[in-house]
Structure formats: structure tokens, C-alpha cells
């Protein structure tokens, strides 16, 4: 990912690539394409017990499942279809063609034509495949029986609800920023966007595998950007 720049300092190696294309144009030669690095294996949950894809997998997964079958009531046929869809992953059963209207294009995407073609499961298949299949079978589960809307609205208006002290505070500096205008006011506002964003991947569901938790205390009690 980084390379090494004048003095020894690591620089992206994207930039890296960039700088020497430019230097060879500067000079009056052409620009030679880059040499394309062969792509690492996919990172699956048959990794390992003690990776992240198989916790991601094996664990999370089936408790985002679960956590829309807790928020939502939802018709009892539904309801069994999202615990098989659960099971099903816990179990490790093979990746299934999407049939729904609207989604079973997606089986002739290159990756997961590939995934259907081996027998691939829930643990097998790429890492990055499963997370997008998941959200894909639960609105195909859903609408099979006639449920329509986001399975996870609920739980996203609790999360919004629980945030919104630290949201309307982290509006404030860039209000603030605009304001003053230049450079100076950008760059005092930073800290606060970086704080914006941490409390933004604190609300995100997928992380929390659907547990909602609230901010504790006034705006401001929390931890600093520090």
C-alpha cells in the first residue's frame, strides 16, 4: 500500500504511481502504464476460527438477521423465513440464486456467478460477496411474503434518536467554519469532523450487529477529538 518517497518517507503508493508517471512526462517521454500487482485471495470466513471474516461471518451475520426479526413485526411466515436465513448461515449452507424481481440479475455479476458455479457457502465464498449477499436474501425473504420497506428502519431511527445530542453538536463547528471562512476556520473544524465520523460508525448497525446504544449524558460529556 505505501511506498518509500525522497528522505524515506512512506507516501501512498497510488501517489507513488502517479509521481513517476508525471515525472516521466515532464521529461519529454511517454507514460508508461504501471505494472497491474496480481490481487490477493479473497479473504473468506474459512480463513480461520480466530479471523475476522469468520467472526463476521459465523457470528454478526446471523445477528443482524435476528436483530430485524426483534424491531419488526413482521408476519409469522416471515419471521421463520429470516430464522432459516439465520440458520442457514450458522450452518454454512451453500450460496443460493437470488430469484426475486430486481435482484436476480445480480447472480450474473462475475463473483458471484463464480460462487454459484463452485457450490461456494455462507464460510467458502469471498468475504466481500457474502456481506452484500446478506442485505439481498433478507429483502428477498421479506418480499416472498409480501413485506415491503426497510427491514431496519426501526433500529436506524432508534440509533438517530441516540445520537442526535453529538450530531447537533458536530454541526455546530462546521456552521462555525463556513462561517469564517479561509483556511484557518477549515482547519480548526477538523478535529470535529473526525469526531463526526467516529460517532457515525458508533450509530452504524452492521457494527453493532443491530444492538442500538444510546448516547449517555449532554452533548459535549462524551470523549473528546482527542
Do not use: C
Not at 434518536?161 to 483556511?183: N, T
Amino acid at each position: 500500500i505505501y511506498s518509500m518517497g525522497a528522505g524515506g518517507r512512506a507516501i501512498p503508493a497510488a501517489l507513488a504511481m502517479v509521481a513517476t508517471v508525471a515525472v516521466g512526462v515532464a521529461a519529454g517521454g511517454k507514460a508508461a502504464a504501471p505494472a497491474t500487482p496480481s490481487r490477493p485471495a479473497w479473504l473468506k470466513a474459512d480463513d480461520g476460527p480466530h479471523t475476522f471474516t469468520f467472526d463476521t461471518v459465523a457470528r454478526r451475520l446471523p445477528r443482524i438477521v435476528r436483530s430485524a426479526l426483534e424491531a419488526e413485526d413482521l408476519p409469522e411466515e416471515a419471521a421463520a423465513d429470516l430464522e432459516a436465513l439465520a440458520s442457514d448461515i450458522e450452518s454454512n449452507a451453500p450460496i443460493k440464486p437470488l430469484s426475486a424481481p430486481g435482484l436476480a440479475y445480480w447472480n450474473e455479476y462475475p463473483l458471484m456467478k463464480e460462487a454459484l458455479e463452485g457450490k461456494e457457502t455462507w464460510f467458502s465464498a469471498p468475504w466481500w460477496l457474502v456481506e452484500n449477499y446478506l442485505y439481498k436474501r433478507i429483502l428477498e425473504t421479506l418480499a416472498a411474503r409480501g413485506v415491503r420497506g426497510d427491514p431496519f428502519a426501526a433500529q436506524k431511527r432508534a440509533a438517530l434518536e441516540g445520537s442526535a445530542p453529538f450530531v447537533h453538536e458536530g454541526i455546530a463547528p462546521l456552521r462555525a467554519a463556513a462561517a469564517a471562512g479561509g483556511e484557518a476556520g477549515f482547519m480548526a473544524a477538523v478535529p470535529f469532523f473526525v469526531y463526526g465520523s467516529l460517532w457515525g460508525n458508533r450509530a452504524d448497525l452492521s457494527l453493532s450487529a443491530g444492538v442500538v446504544a444510546a448516547a449517555k449524558g449532554p452533548a459535549g460529556s462524551g470523549p473528546g477529538p482527542d
